[in-house]
């Protein structure tokens, strides 16, 4: 069984930097497409950034694009998301996900075709 963990939360200042990290384990983390997804207080979950098997591709929602960087470790089987830049918009809990296969396109920003989450790491970013 797939095993997600989630690091790097915490409170930071507008116009700081974080960076999420998101171990995996249980299966081949090779075999995985890697997601970040974020919910914040009242709102639904929506998609942050996703990263094919091999990390040649990536994908991002507009509102991080320039700002957020997605990467992977197959080695260490870890998934880490670079936050620069934040806003007090960017305020979420923010969950990895992992979905099996290395199928691309819209899918990847859908939350249901992810079989697997993390517990979620809260991000709260002050003005």
């Known amino acids: 069984q797939v095993q997600l963990g989630e690091s790097g939360g915490g409170l930071v200042q507008a116009g700081g930097s974080l960076r999420l990290s998101c171990a995996f384990s249980?299966?081949?983390?090779?075999?995985?497409?890697m997601g970040w997804f974020r919910q914040a207080p009242g709102k639904e979950r929506e998609f942050v950034a996703a990263i094919n098997s091999s990390g040649g591709r990536t994908r991002y929602v507009d509102s991080v694009k320039g700002r957020f960087t997605i990467s992977r470790d197959n080695a260490k089987t870890t998934v880490y998301l670079q936050m620069n830049n934040l806003k007090p918009e960017d305020t979420a809990v923010y969950s990895c996900a992992a979905r099996w296969g290395n199928a691309w396109g819209d899918s990847v920003t859908r939350m249901h075709d992810y079989a697997y989450w993390g517990q979620g790491t809260q991000v709260t970013v002050s003005s």
């Open positions: 249980g299966r081949t983390f090779s075999s995985y497409v």
